[in-house]
C-alpha cells in the first residue's frame, strides 16, 4: 500500500535542536530513504507479512481497533443483512489489510439516507420537538468516535511514538468523555460510527411520538418522514423493543398511507386461533377464566340446574375447568347448559357444535349431565334475550360471561347499551366481564397512541420471559394485529377500544349493575399468587 512523499514528510519537529533549515539536505536524504524502505515493504510487520497480510508496524494499533469494530457490527447485524456481501458488495484485496477494513466496515455503515429536514421546521413548539430526531438519528454524533492517524516519518525513526488520537464526544452521555491516548499534530481523519443501542431506543421512542402526533396535526409529509426513520432506529434495537417498534411502525404507515386492515370473517377465524395461542403463552387469559370461573361456581353453589351464556365461545377454553370443579361439588354436580355465542366460520363451518362435541365428550367422562347449544351472531349487539330459551329462575340459575368482547361494541353507536339492556332482561345470579384495562377510546388519538405504547410494550417486555416456541410467535402476531387495528383504524373499523377499570364501573352503575365481591377462595387464591410473584422476584433479584 503505497502512499505519496509529501503523507511523510511533517513539520519540523521542534523537539530536537538539530532538525531545522541547517540540515535540510540530510534531512530530506533520509526522508527519502525512509519513503524507499517503506515502498519495498521494510517497515510492514514481519509476523502478518509471512501469513499474506502488508500491514505497517505503525498502524498495528488502528487496524486492531478496526478489527474489533468489524466483529462487533457483524455480530449485531442481521443474517440478510450478511447476504448481500456475497451478491452486491464489491470485495477488496485482503492482503491489504487497512484498506481492507475501511471497505469492509463502509459496506456495514452506508450513508444514511436523505431526509428533506425542512418538514420538521414548523414543529419546534411541539411537545416533542421534531428538532430533537433528526434525519440521520441512527447516525447521531454523540456516538461517533473520531480516530486520528498519523503516519509522520520524521519522529527520528521511533515508530513507538506513532500518534493516535481517541476524540471523546462533547455529549455528557457519551460512554468515553475526555480519554486521551497519545495527542499530537494529526494529518488526516478518519471518521467510525458506533451505534449505542440505549439512546438509540430513546430516540426510537421520541421518534414514534412525533410521528404520532403529526398524523394527528395532519402534517403527513412530516409524519412520512418520520415512519421511515422509524425503520431505521428499529434495526438498531433487539428483543421486545425492536418488535413493538416495528408493529407500531406498521400501523402508523397505514394509517398514513389510509391501508386499514380488513375485517372479515377470515380475519375473526384468524383471531380466534391467534388468541389461542397467546392463551398457551401468557397466564394472563388463564388468570382471567380462573377468576371468573371461581365467581361462577360460588354464584351457582346449592343449585340443581345451572346455565352459562358464554359472549366469547372461541375455541371454549375456559369451559373443561369449571366443568370439572362441578364435578366434585359436594352432593353431586348439577345439570350443566352451556349457550355458547360466537362470530360465523370463514368456511362456513358450525365450528360451535365442533367445540360442543368436544365437551360433551368430557362431561360425558366426569359423570355431568350437559347441554349445549351454540349461536353464532356477527355481533352482540344483534342480540335478543328471547332467543336464548331461558327458563324461570326457580328452575335454572344463569350467569353471563364476556372476556374481550364488549369492548369491540363502544365503536357502535348504541351497541354496548343494548347488549347490557339484554344481560338485565337474562337476569343472571352473576356477570362476569373480563377487559383490558387501558385507556385505548379517547378521543385524542396521540393520547390514545402514548397509552397503547405503554401498554403493549408491557406486554412485549412479559413475553421475551417465554422460551422461543411457536406459541410465542404466534401471541406476538396476535398482540400485533391489536395495535394495528387500535393505530391504524377509526370509525366502525376501529374495534379495540380498551378502557379503564373506572369507566367501566360507572358504565355497568348506569345500566343498574352492582359489583359483586369476590369469595374468599377467590382472595386466598390471588394472595398466594401475590407471594409467590413477589418471592420470585426477591429470588431474581428483581
Known sequence: MKRDLHQFQGPPDTRFPNHGTANTGSSSKDKMMKVKEEEDGG???????????????????????KLEQLETMMGNVQEDGLSNLATDTVHYNPSELYSWLDNMLTEFNPPPP????????GAGGSDYDLKAIPGNAIYARSNQFAIDSSSSSNQAGDNSQSTKRLKSCSSPDSLVTGTTVTTTTTESTRSMVLV??????????????????????????????????????????????????????????????????????????????????????????????????????????????????????????????????????????????????????ADNSDHLHEVGCKLAQLAEAIHVEFEYRGFVANSLADLDASMLELRPSEIEAVAVNSVFELHKLLGRTGG????????????????????????????????????????????FDSLEGVPSSQDKVMSEVYLGKQICNLVACEGPDRVERHETLSQWANRFGTSGFAPAHLGKRVCFWLCLTAAKVILWRRIMGV
Open 43 to 65: 517497515n510492514m510487520d514481519e509476523l502478518l507479512a509471512v501469513l499474506g497480510y502488508k500491514v505497517r508496524s505503525s498502524e498495528m494499533a488502528e487496524v486492531a481497533l
Open 114 to 121: 436523505e431526509i428533506n429536514n425542512s418538514f420538521l421546521a
Open 196 to 345: 449505542d443501542s440505549q439512546e438509540n431506543g430513546v430516540r426510537l421512542v421520541h421518534a414514534l411520538m412525533a410521528c404520532a402526533e403529526a398524523i394527528q396535526n395532519n402534517d403527513l409529509s412530516i409524519a412520512e418522514a418520520l415512519v421511515k426513520q422509524i425503520g431505521f432506529l428499529a434495526v438498531s434495537q433487539a428483543g421486545a423493543m425492536r418488535k413493538v417498534a416495528t408493529y407500531f411502525a406498521e400501523a402508523l404507515a397505514r394509517r398514513i398511507y389510509r391501508l386499514s386492515p380488513p375485517q372479515t370473517q377470515i380475519d375473526h377465524s384468524l383471531s380466534d386461533t391467534l388468541q389461542m395461542h397467546f392463551y398457551e403463552t401468557c397466564p394472563y387469559l388463564k388468570f382471567a377464566h380462573f377468576t371468573a370461573n371461581q365467581a361462577i361456581l360460588e354464584a351457582f353453589e346449592g343449585k340443581k340446574r345451572v346455565h352459562v351464556i358464554d359472549f366469547s365461545m372461541n375455541q371454549g377454553l375456559q369451559w373443561p375447568a369449571l366443568m370439572q370443579a362441578l364435578a366434585l361439588r359436594e352432593g353431586g354436580p348439577p345439570v350443566f347448559r352451556l349457550t355458547g355465542i360466537g362470530p360465523p366460520a
Open 416 to 459: 354496548i347499551e343494548k347488549v347490557l339492556g339484554v344481560v338485565k332482561q337474562i337476569k343472571p345470579v352473576i356477570f362476569t366481564v373480563v377487559e383490558q384495562e387501558s385507556n385505548h377510546n379517547g378521543p385524542v388519538f396521540l393520547d390514545r397512541f402514548t397509552e397503547s405504547l405503554h401498554y403493549y410494550s408491557t406486554l
